[in-house]
């Protein structure tokens, strides 16, 4: 479970101490960069590894079983963000090339705007970029060394090689595919995931593209409309009453309160051209920063805002996703109920592949889905959400001023390729008593715990991992090092079900 070699591959980002892809820094001199703006843009944040570790299972555990919910590598563009945000800027300074280039600088820092040609265009949105298609790749190996054990093995069938160190038998009743990758039905899900694959699987069991050799591994398409909840994989698509117009009232009105001070600062650089710039002008930039790095390596934009307004437009994003798919709407957690639902019958050993066969082979169960999936997910898992750390999620966002030690960041939680695992784990006997920490002492999670002489058989539990890092889920936390209990887990998420299961009254309008 640790992988630092590993990890050190991942940091598909690059630092801010080093130029990205050979480009020059341009920095102003009032400037000094020590963050990297790409691991702040939420959703708009290129694959990178949070965490230098996979946080360790506890000791005398393994693995049992994993339910893997991951959303898309990257695009060369969100078609919302490009209509509302992006084109109207870039039209902007495309007009004033045009016509005004006087107000343009002519050296320093912004003297970039002069040629400026973006590689973001209209018929390419939505669209996984070739960076997007590597992470993706990447992702898959990292996956594959991660949760290796739970493979089939790298061995084609008939060989004397079995198990072990090569993962799970392959062998399945009647020569079904004994590995399934489920998607969503978008071309950038459907291309993730066959790039997962051709990362994470030898040539002979990935297929040509990356679709399965259809004997050992498949990959299933989920259609994204599907009224079928148990088994969708973009619920939102097909709840009437989801919207994210009403989120962008509050999310505007934070940027009313730092997009100003940019364009303040900004008078001393390009006084001309801040007289035409509006506050969607500002996030427009700060978008480009990642959309241009992600499609062409790298983005003047990167490196023309303080650290400070990398933060503020970072919050900038957390308060929108809190109201359109967190703990702010109050469709999240029905949202977020069919997936974990899903994932707890494929952790138990069943499932239906669509034909009535019960999956009862596959250790490993990955989904590819969108940003608001993984979201959805952290609402109804209570992720994120301790009342004894300052400002849990489900808290309401100050818009006057920004909160840096909030426990809401969607750029640990939607950015590309980001995503949530649920590990069903089994613990020697030796192991089975809790270890308290301040996390897990919200609860009194000694109350009917035996003590440790008493247990004579290995006992199961359940974690939350998001990019590597276990997350406890509020409410289920009775297992060694804030985990839950496996019979627990199944009780929780049955009553928490029961609570938010009506998708159909509250989406139907």
Known sequence: MLLSALVATCLLTPSSAAPIDGQTPLLSPTIHNDLDPLKHLSAISPFYIPFEQPDPLPPHCSLTRVSLLIRHSAIMGNDDEFEQTMSPFIQKIHNITISEPRLLPSSGPWAFLRQWETPIVEKTLEKISPRGRKDAKQL???????????????????????????????????????????????????????????????????????????????????????????????????????????????????????????????????????ERLNDQDILAMQMLCGYETIAAGKSPFCHVFTDSEWLDVEYYFDVRFHYMMGYGSPLAPYLGMPWVKTAKHLLEGEGDDGKGDHLVYEGLHPHFTHRESPAFVSTFLNLFNSTRLPHPASEEPPLDRRVDNRQWRTSHISSFLGHIALERFSCKPTFSKPMLSSLTSEIDVEAGVESQSSHKKKEDYVRAVVNGKHEIMYGCQDGVEGSCKWETFREWVDKRGEKWGDWAGVCNK
């Open 140 to 274: 898959g190996k990292y996956i594959r060394k991660q949760y290796n054990s739970l493979f089939p093995p790298r061995t084609r069938r008939g060989s004397n090689s079995q198990t072990s160190k090569e993962g799970v038998d392959a062998e399945t009743k009647g020569g079904k595919p004994s590995y399934k990758v489920w998607t969503a039905s978008s071309g950038r899900d459907i291309d993730t995931a066959k790039a997962y694959i051709l990362g994470s699987f030898p040539s002979h069991q990935s297929g040509d593209d990356g679709e399965g050799d259809g004997d050992v591994v498949q990959l299933i398409e989920v259609p994204n409309h599907a009224k079928e909840w148990e088994k969708s994989l973009t619920p939102h698509k097909a709840c009437d009453r989801f919207e994210k117009e009403s989120s962008l009232k509050p999310a505007n009105q934070w940027l009313a309160v730092y997009a100003p001070r940019v364009r303040q600062r900004l008078r001393k650089h390009i006084p001309d051209l801040v």
